[in-house]
């Protein structure tokens, strides 16, 4: 029985956990901003008046709240009272490197208000935080255009009304809905409204001409530099296709619009609502279906559910997974896609260039892709493995459903994941998340022998990468006698190594480790056939000049050296083909180039078990024969101990610059062609795998033989359908 002591003591308890939770709730929520906004392009200068609502969670028992605003706006009225200079805060954080400079302000509002009016104006034009000029208009939360009020854990969520002014050939662009338009005296005015809490405010404006398709649970925009219909239309029934599909697999698209919206630089920016694309790489004709659907499905992951940077970000990952890969999948590629992305973190993650998935925070070169991107991507794919198609499914969209427009961290994504599946997860992500590194796994003692009705299969799996062993699920396929396909089991592995004993209805014949890496982990030399990533990716580069080539293509192939070597130049080296007796074979990257380097036999023996052969004007390749003549080529190979080989051969030193510029953008090919002066290619593709390690023929107790290669494996169905 409860006293009536007890009863009251749970009472002021219950009233004080009650409390706290309205406090917390209204320091979430958003900061209301009623902003109007004149834009003087030729001057670079903005003008605003700006009514900002707080929460009252937010305003400090003196009645002061604070709040930042870029340095060079001054602040001409303010209502109820100035405001005062706090500091110089310098780079503004949150996971910007914008580099933009603000000011942090104090300002004190008479008891039991809670709203104040600011009136400023300045001059900006620190690109791409943000800038004002005759082009247009990009102001982003980082350029601190407008008071960013500072909760407990940063900036504060905000929601905003904004009316911008800008010269009449203009239009305006921010997000959530339209709700105004009006031009008159050579001036336009727009507005904007999003009553859900964003992470920040973006104006973006300029000379665009606008395309429009309403319907759907959402209307598509594209705002374009320079007006093409054609172009629009794809991109307005790509919009509509892509949110219907997410909407589906996900939930409710959370905007009342999404727009392409053409920038002045070649971007791919994922903004909510909108996308601020490259005028160049919008009409690359692939990028409506690759590059599209993941800026469109930033709209859930990143700009829906926002991220909390302090414990890393997972949106991109996630994003890759459910974008990207998702398409790979559906074509029937996913296994390949897998593979790539492993092979991106083994050639550019390196001994000291790791770091755990808690510290990523954005993009910044190709090793903090692979980790961020790459190394995220694999993680869902496991947990999706682990799960199933459905608990996965349902995980995700209890996790949109629950945390949409807050700020969610990976503990957040494992909390919802597990309560949703009903699986403890948190291990999983403590992991993949927390620990830098991953494993390698090699397998041995593959045999078979005859048990009751049928035979038991032993085999040991090893983790390579030495220091702490991963916990791993491992899945295998067998091949078994008179079967048309390999069938799969799944091998728990807590420690550096596991015993494999499989009973099995039928003869084993074959033995494939992770055959279609569902697992992170550094592949086993030979599961991945020869490409530019591992040129790139190398710690060591050493170039070989053509010394007896024409002075106008040597000199080209020394500034592609040059380039590339910019930065680096304490771990690479440049000498002429006369210079050598032999090319190192101690893991540097080695870089003929020339058709007429000395070595290049060296790369097509390398290459000889592809079926390439080296010919008086050209190659044979497994595309068919290449010229040289009129053409550019690129091989990459590994010589005999494993170190990356690279060939550049250009017959005009006109299209070297063309392929300094592009080469980086090619790292999973192992062959490319290109033609002309640009140069553009016309021939790309990848070796063939020829022996796996991983892939290993089991031996049999009476010692015959099996077959020369395993069975295929049954085709996975895609997450969802096209």
Do not use: C
Request: hydrophobic share 45%; net charge neutral.
């Amino acid at each position: 029985m409860t006293t009536a002591r007890g009863v009251a003591a749970l009472l002021a308890t219950f009233l004080a956990l009650l409390a706290a939770a309205t406090n917390a709730r209204a320091a979430q929520a958003p900061v209301k901003h009623e902003i109007r906004a004149t834009l003087a392009p030729r001057e670079h200068r903005i003008q605003v008046t700006d009514r900002v609502t707080v929460p009252p969670g937010l305003v400090a028992a003196d009645g002061s709240v604070r709040f930042s605003l870029y340095s060079g706006m001054g602040i001409r009225v303010s209502d109820p009272a100035a405001p005062v200079p706090e500091s110089h805060a310098g780079p503004v954080p949150a996971g910007s490197d914008l580099g933009a400079r603000s000011t942090t302000y104090r300002i004190y509002l008479p008891p039991g208000r809670n709203r104040f009016t600011l009136t400023y104006e300045g001059a900006v034009f620190d690109a791409p935080a943000g800038i004002i000029d005759a082009e247009g208009a990009l102001l982003s939360g980082a350029s601190r255009w407008y008071p960013q009020v500072q909760g407990p854990d940063g900036d504060a969520l905000v929601a905003f009304a904004l009316q911008a002014d800008v010269p009449a050939a203009w239009d305006v662009v921010s997000q959530g809905a339209r709700r105004e338009r009006a031009t008159a005296d050579g001036r336009t005015t727009i507005t904007w409204q999003e009553t859900q809490p964003q992470d920040e405010i973006f104006l973006v404006a300029g000379p665009f001409t606008e395309y429009v398709l309403p319907g759907g649970p959402a209307v598509a925009m594209v705002y374009l530099r320079r007006p093409d219909k054609a172009l629009a239309d794809r991109y307005l029934t790509a919009t509509v296709r892509d949110i219907a599909m997410y909407d589906k697999l996900i939930g409710p698209y959370p905007y009342a619009k999404f727009a392409l919206v053409a920038n002045r630089w070649e971007t791919g920016f994922g903004m909510p609502s909108f996308t601020l694309m490259g005028p160049t790489i919008i009409r690359f004709p692939f990028i409506v279906d690759t590059s599209f659907p993941h800026e469109i499905l930033h709209n859930w992951w990143g700009n829906g559910v926002f991220v909390d940077y302090s414990g890393g970000n997972w949106s991109e990952g996630l994003t890759v997974y459910l974008a990207d890969h998702l398409l790979k999948e559906q074509q029937g590629q996913g296994a390949a896609y897998r593979r790539d992305a492993l092979q991106r973190y083994g050639d550019f993650v390196r001994s000291g260039r790791d770091f755990p998935l808690k510290d990523f925070v954005a993009r910044h070169g190709e090793v903090s892709q692979a980790v961020g991107y790459d190394k995220s991507m694999m993680l869902f794919h496991m947990l999706r493995r682990r799960l199933g198609d459905d608990r996965f499914l349902a995980a995700v969209r209890g996790f949109y459903r629950d945390d949409r427009f807050t700020r969610a961290s990976f503990a957040d994504l494992a909390d919802s994941f597990s309560k949703t599946s009903g699986t403890d997860l948190k291990p999983v992500f403590d992991q993949w998340v927390g620990r830098p590194g991953a494993p390698a796994l090699a397998v041995a003692d593959v045999k078979a022998a005859p048990r009751g009705e049928g035979f038991r299969l032993t085999a040991t799996l090893r983790q390579t990468q030495g220091g702490e062993p991963f916990a791993l699920q491992v899945p295998v396929a067998v091949t078994l006698e008179g079967k048309g396909l390999a069938v799969w089991w799944t091998v728990r592995m807590d420690g550096a190594t596991a015993a494999v004993s499989l009973d099995l209805p039928a003869r084993p014949l074959w033995l494939e480790v992770d055959p279609e890496f569902d697992v992170f982990r550094r592949l086993a030399p030979g599961e991945t056939p020869p490409a530019l990533s591992g040129l790139f990716g190398a710690d060591k580069a050493l170039f070989v000049l053509p010394s007896e080539d024409t002075d106008a293509r040597l000199a080209a192939y020394r500034a592609l050296a040059d380039a590339w070597r910019n930065g680096n130049e304490a771990a690479s080296r440049v000498v002429l083909d006369d210079e050598l007796k032999a090319l190192p074979d101690d893991g540097t990257a080695v870089w003929l180039l020339g058709w007429d380097n000395r070595f290049r036999r060296e790369v097509a023996g390398a290459l000889a078990d592809q079926g390439v052969v080296l010919t008086d004007d050209g190659l044979i390749l497994p595309a068919g024969p290449f010229g040289i003549s009129g053409h550019s080529l690129v091989l990459a190979a590994r010589e005999a101990k494993g170190s990356p080989l690279g060939w550049i051969a250009a017959d005009a030193a006109v299209a070297l610059p063309g392929l300094t510029r592009k080469l980086p953008h090619y790292g999973k090919y192992g062959y490319l062609g290109f033609e002309g002066p640009a140069p553009d290619n016309v021939l790309k593709g990848q070796w063939e795998v020829r022996r796996s390690p991983l892939s290993v023929p089991v031996a049999q107790a009476d010692g015959s033989q099996p077959p020369k290669g395993p069975a295929p494996r049954a085709p996975r169905p895609p997450l969802v359908g096209p």
